[in-house]
C-alpha cells in the first residue's frame, strides 16, 4: 500500500523537530569547570594609614563551576587556602598569618559558596552566596565578568576566563586587630580565573624538578 504524501511529509517534519529538541536539550545541559590554579589568583587591596593601597593576593586556590542556561542550576565554589596570602613583605605576611588577622593554624581555609545566581548584562553575572572566613560566615555578592567563550588548547581541553569582585569589612570578620586608621576596614577583593572542561591533575615537573617518588610498594 503506497503511503499518502503528506503523511510522509508530518512525519519528516515530526522527526526533524524532535531532532532539533534533542539538541537543543543536549546543548542547554548543565556543565562543569574547574579553577585551573596556575592560572587563577584571589588579590586583595586596603588602605593603610589612610594614604596609600597595599596589594596582596593568595596563591593557592581552588574551586568548582556548574554552568547552566538555567541560572538557577549554576553554582560556584571556592577554597583559598589561607596560609598562601603574599604581600611580598615576609614580616607582614607572617603577622597575616597570625592571630592577629587569618590565623590560619585555626582556619586554614577561606570559602565561598553560591547560594543564587543572576544576570547582570550581557556578560555579566550577580553571585550572591556565603563567604566564610576566619571562622565567620557572612553573606558577599560578587559582580561578574564572564564566563568568556571557550577556547581549545593543543589537547583539545576548553578554557574560559571569569573576572569577579566584591568588597567586604575585616570587622565582620572579626579582624579588628590594627583598626583604622592605621589599616583600612574595607577590603577589594578581585578573583581572576581561568576555569578548564577537566578537573587539574598534579603540577607538572619543571626543568631542573626532582623525579616524582617511585610507588609505594
Do not use: C
Not at 587563577?40 to 593601597?53: C, P
Amino acid at each position: 500500500m503506497t503511503r499518502r504524501p503528506h503523511v510522509a511529509i508530518a512525519v519528516y517534519l515530526t522527526a526533524i523537530l524532535l531532532a532539533h529538541l534533542a539538541g537543543a536539550s543536549a546543548s542547554a545541559q548543565s556543565q562543569t569547570w574547574y579553577l585551573d590554579p596556575p592560572h587563577s589568583a584571589a588579590q586583595f587591596s586596603v588602605r593603610h594609614m589612610g594614604i596609600s593601597t597595599v596589594r596582596g593576593t593568595f596563591t593557592k586556590v581552588n574551586g568548582v563551576v556548574v554552568d547552566s542556561p538555567d541560572l538557577s542550576k549554576a553554582s560556584v565554589n571556592v577554597t583559598i587556602d589561607a596560609s598562601s596570602v603574599d604581600t611580598r613583605v615576609e614580616m607582614r605576611d607572617k603577622d597575616l598569618r597570625s592571630d592577629h588577622f587569618f590565623d590560619v593554624d585555626k582556619y586554614p581555609t577561606i570559602t565561598f559558596q553560591s547560594k543564587k545566581v543572576e544576570s547582570a548584562g550581557a556578560g555579566k553575572l550577580k553571585v550572591t552566596g556565603d563567604l566564610t572566613m576566619h571562622g565567620v560566615t557572612k553573606e558577599a555578592v560578587l559582580d561578574v565578568d564572564g564566563p568568556t567563550p571557550p577556547v581549545k588548547d593543543p589537547r583539545g581541553n576548553s578554557h574560559r576566563g571569569v573576572s569577579a569582585t566584591t568588597t567586604i569589612s575585616r570587622a565582620d570578620y572579626g579582624m579588628t586587630f590594627d583598626p583604622p586608621p592605621m589599616v583600612g576596614d574595607q577590603i577589594a577583593i578581585q578573583l581572576d580565573v581561568e576555569l578548564v572542561d577537566k578537573a587539574p591533575g598534579p603540577p607538572r615537573s619543571g626543568p631542573g624538578a626532582p623525579p616524582p617518588p617511585p610507588p609505594a610498594n
